[in-house]
């Protein structure tokens, strides 16, 4: 009834064996097209984010309003108002002050004269941000190529702690700015020939950072290194970078010598900020929040100088008489230096939704961060990249002196941000030829 179905060796084929050098080629070369994709979207990238981050600022800024909630924002503000109505960095209008570092309070003084609010001070932060991203993007371009600007952009526009920190009358957002121009200037230096304009202007950007947050001193020295140890005629530029950066702070100097009598590099607070993190009572997040009461007994009187010579011997003093202590808290302070949230002194500004968000965001970050160091022996970082990567390390050890906090790597962040697109960006080692359309402008050297 059935017919016999007579099966021959020719009637069936073998399974196909995938050979494993055509699939690595082929994920190679999707590879290589998505990065060529991502390469022609990065103007668009570019005025996308801008937009993006200017647009998130002001919702922020209409949600905010006038309201300020933390003690440092009463601060600036502060100042702010008697540079403008008196002519004199002071807190209480009265007595002048150098217990802040002067660039934000300065700059929010200059809008005040112009008749700027609270609302104005917000928008400008606003600005820097926006100028952020740009900057951003600008040395994505020059690390890892157009492909990683095109990611860098965004992310930076977005990032939640940056655009947190925007939100708020903080000193961070402008320092984020002046930071990343600062690196701009540097590569404008290696790049061009107008190499002593580019060095005034870099040296002039950095000199105000330093004043704005004194700790960032760190991106200085780590621009100034990369340059010593560049071409030859590339160490006139240092010096002249480094000139004016002095001469900047400088000015403000000579402003703490004649007004407070005292030599004083930016502010007056180190003393102050070195015994919260080195006493008997500091512990790892505790920051403003250590009990220093006993350092204080006897000091009401004296002037704010005083007090903070008095609050560094203390802090000094401490470390040598407990050394292990010391140390121990140093590197804990390091290892917290790499946190994605803090535990707020102001505890009505913490939520877990913010820190559930700042952790899903910094954590993976950091991850591809820590895979890329673990690659070094493999793709070793050259120029600019291997700058933001000592630069982001650095500020770690400059900021566990002290104490940490989250906002205060804020612009180190953004350094972060763009080292990582750049290697999501990484066209694979062993690779075709790219496709036609793909741009790659990376730092070489």
Known sequence: MYGTVEVTSDSVSPPAIENPGTTRRSISTMRLQAIATLSRWSHRSLWISVVLSVLLGVILVIHNGSTLHFPDEHTYVAIANNLAAHGRFSINGVRPTAHEAPGWPLFLGLLRVF???????????????????????????????????????????????????????????????????????????????????????????????????????????????????????????????????????????????????????????????????????????????????????????????????????????????????????????????FAPYDDLATKAQESSAQNALATITYIPLLILFIWRLALWGRRRPKGLEKVMIWLYLSDALVDAIFFTRVRFRVPLDAVLIIVVASMIAWKPLSNPSAPRGLSVSADPT
């Open 115 to 337: 008749g700027g609010n609270i609302v104005v001070f917000r928008l400008a932060n606003v600005a820097f941000a926006a100028a952020s991203v740009a900057a951003g993007w600008w040395l994505a371009r020059r690390v890892g190529g157009d492909a990683a600007a095109t990611l860098a952009a965004p992310a930076l526009a977005i990032y939640p702690l940056s655009v947190y920190t925007t939100s708020t009358l903080y000193p961070q957002t402008m320092a984020t700015a002046l930071m990343l121009g600062g690196l701009v200037c540097a590569v404008k230096i290696r790049e061009t020939s107008h190499r002593v304009r580019w060095a005034l202007l870099g040296g002039a950007i950095f000199g105000l950072l330093v004043l704005t947050v004194a700790d960032l001193v760190i991106a200085i020295f780590v621009a100034a290194i990369w340059l010593a140890f560049g071409r030859p005629h590339f160490r006139p530029a240092m010096a002249v970078l480094l000139a004016s950066a002095v001469a900047v702070v400088s000015v403000w100097i000579v402003r703490d010598e004649l007004t407070m009598h005292a030599f004083i590099p930016v502010a007056d607070n180190d003393g102050y900020n070195l015994l919260l993190g080195n006493s008997a009572h500091a512990s790892i997040r505790a920051g403003v929040d250590t009990n220093i009461a006993q350092y204080l007994q006897g000091t009401g009187h004296d002037g704010e100088v005083a007090l903070d010579n008095s609050l560094r011997r203390d802090a000094v003093d401490w470390i040598k008489a407990n050394p292990g202590r010391a140390a121990t808290l140093y590197v804990e302070r390091v290892a917290d230096y």
